[in-house]
């Protein structure tokens, strides 16, 4: 699993919150723990593989808002403690 966070400029309220997941959800279907934060100005997601960062930008050139920055790392389960 890898967890992906994007820094993207554009997001103003909760609406956009809901934007940008709905467009990650799309570009990435397989795509858990999608959630985005208009006040950190991020998105954050979870994938099997890791993200393709073009088609990332590509899904999200049509909507409006800009991908600042793309990172990747590997997603480490936590435990109960």
Same mark, same amino acid.
């Given at each position: 699993?890898?967890?992906?966070?994007?820094?993207?400029?554009?997001?103003?309220? $909760?609406?956009?919150? =809901?934007?940008?997941?709905?467009?990650?959800?799309?570009?990435?279907?397989? =795509?858990?723990?999608?959630?985005?934060?208009?006040?950190? $100005?991020?998105?954050?997601?979870?994938?099997?593989?890791?993200?393709?960062?073009?088609?990332?930008?590509?899904?999200?050139?049509?909507?409006?808002?800009?991908?600042?920055?793309?990172?990747?790392?590997?997603?480490?389960?936590?435990?109960?403690?």
């Amino acid at each position: 699993m890898v967890q992906t966070t994007v820094r993207i400029e554009g997001m103003a309220c $909760g609406m956009c919150e =809901a934007h940008i997941a709905d467009t990650i959800r799309r570009a990435f279907p397989g =795509a858990k723990k999608v959630k985005a934060s208009h006040r950190k $100005g991020t998105a954050v997601f979870v994938t099997e593989a890791a993200a393709d960062e073009a088609a990332l930008r590509q899904a999200f050139d049509a909507t409006g808002y800009r991908v600042l920055e793309v990172s990747s790392e590997p997603c480490v389960k936590k435990g109960l403690f």
